[in-house]
């Protein structure tokens, strides 16, 4: 089924079923594999994207209900003010270390510090829960939201 979706400010014009997830057609159709396939059942977060701004899993989110939202992917996060500074957080503070689960870990960053810009440690829990790292880079990655946090300017919070 042909449809068009809204990914990283482009158009693309895809023609999949229309229960395809559309995790597959980033990765499959549209080569954009920077987001990642971990469990397959929204419960490890590897496959964060965002639908206009919200953290979504993408492994289960069917193609066609990304048809009039606005798609970011983690390569394009750090075109955005807040993805910018995550990323630099994330590399001054050495949070990756096997760097599996990370593009999902910063989608879902991204997504908290937009709403919130100065996020508690629960902020923070409650917004990272659903992305699983299984090198245990918790503490950094923690460490790596307040630090962009304290870097964002009053007037890129929105």
């Known amino acids: 089924m042909p449809f068009s979706l809204n990914i990283n400010g482009v158009t693309h014009q ?80 050495d949070v990756v270390q096997c760097g599996y689960c990370q593009s999902g870990q910063i989608m879902s960053a991204a997504a908290l510090l937009s709403k919130t810009p100065r996020p508690t440690d629960t902020d923070i829990d409650a917004a990272m829960s659903g992305n699983v790292c299984r090198c245990g880079t918790y503490q950094r990655i923690r460490a790596a939201i307040h630090h962009a946090a304290a870097a964002i300017p009053a007037k890129t919070q929105s």
């Open 14 to 93: 895809i023609d999949v079923d229309a229960d395809t997830p559309l995790l597959w057609v980033l990765r499959d159709v549209l080569g954009m594999t920077g987001t990642k396939f971990g469990c397959g059942m929204a419960l490890c977060g590897a496959c964060t994207v965002h639908f206009d701004g919200a953290a979504v899993r993408s492994c289960v989110m069917p193609a066609s209900a990304a048809v009039g939202k606005r798609i970011t992917t983690i390569e394009a996060v750090g075109e955005l003010p807040v993805g910018r500074i995550l990323q630099r957080s994330w590399q001054e503070l």
